[in-house]
């Protein structure tokens, strides 16, 4: 399986990197993969027309467009700020996911172009409980509103929650449990 691993977090040093860097170690071993660190790239995160003029294509684009064809799996690794994906990673999204590449306009809605399954690593200062009981928004955000309509199936979300006031003991099990996900991924 080909698995493109996306790092949203733009610190290096963050508890995301140390998830990042887990899952690809462990997924390499079974797997072709590939990565992207948004905090390394360099792009502009605005879409200055939105969507009424093309923006001129540069080459974290395109390499970033060609990542996401090539890939079975697409595993997001980032935190959950104020509810939402930060806005390094909500502004690549923008940026990458545009018309004719990952998804058209059809008479009743949008026909997804981007053919993978993805997953969901996602951490949060607020307990996880906090985002079942509330109907999951950020992540119904990502799975639904987006991936779904660009033809990328959600088929794995794991949120770990309260980590500024977590033991390292809890973060040595969190990233137990990434690369066992890792290992066992089976398409």
Same mark, same amino acid.
């Given at each position: 399986?080909?698995?493109?691993?996306?790092?949203?977090?733009?610190?290096?040093?963050?508890?995301?990197?140390?998830?990042?860097?887990? *899952?690809?170690?462990?997924?390499?071993?079974?797997?072709?993969?590939?990565?992207?660190?948004?905090?390394?790239?360099?792009?502009?995160?605005?879409?200055?027309?939105? *969507?009424?003029?093309?923006?001129?294509?540069?080459?974290?684009?395109?390499?970033?467009?060609?990542?996401?064809?090539?890939?079975?799996?697409?595993?997001?690794? *980032?935190?959950?700020?104020?509810?939402?994906?930060?806005?390094?990673?909500?502004?690549?999204?923008?940026?990458?996911?545009?018309?004719?590449?990952?998804?058209?306009?059809?008479?009743?809605?949008?026909?997804?172009?981007?053919?993978?399954?993805?997953?969901?690593?996602?951490?949060?200062?607020?307990?996880?409980?906090?985002?079942?009981?509330?109907?999951?928004?950020?992540?119904?955000?990502?799975?639904?509103?987006?991936?779904?309509?660009?033809?990328?199936?959600?088929?794995?979300?794991?949120?770990?929650?309260?980590?500024?006031?977590?033991?390292?003991?809890?973060?040595?099990?969190?990233?137990?449990?990434?690369?066992?996900?890792?290992?066992?991924?089976?398409?």
């Amino acid at each position: 399986m080909k698995i493109l691993i996306i790092l949203g977090h733009p610190d290096s040093k963050s508890f995301n990197h140390e998830i990042f860097t887990t *899952y690809a170690k462990n997924a390499a071993r079974n797997h072709e993969v590939k990565t992207l660190e948004l905090g390394k790239l360099k792009f502009d995160p605005v879409l200055r027309f939105g *969507y009424r003029e093309v923006m001129p294509s540069d080459n974290e684009m395109k390499t970033s467009r060609d990542l996401l064809k090539w890939a079975d799996k697409i595993v997001f690794i *980032y935190p959950i700020w104020w509810s939402n994906a930060p806005s390094l990673l909500k502004g690549w999204l923008d940026r990458v996911l545009v018309p004719h590449f990952a998804y058209t306009h059809e008479k009743l809605g949008m026909k997804g172009l981007l053919n993978a399954t993805a997953e969901l690593w996602l951490t949060c200062d607020a307990p996880s409980v906090y985002y079942k009981i509330l109907n999951r928004t950020p992540v119904n955000s990502m799975k639904k509103n987006i991936l779904a309509n660009c033809g990328i199936k959600v088929s794995r979300v794991e949120i770990f929650g309260n980590t500024r006031h977590s033991t390292p003991e809890q973060r040595a099990k969190w990233l137990e449990k990434v690369a066992e996900g890792a290992g066992n991924d089976q398409r």
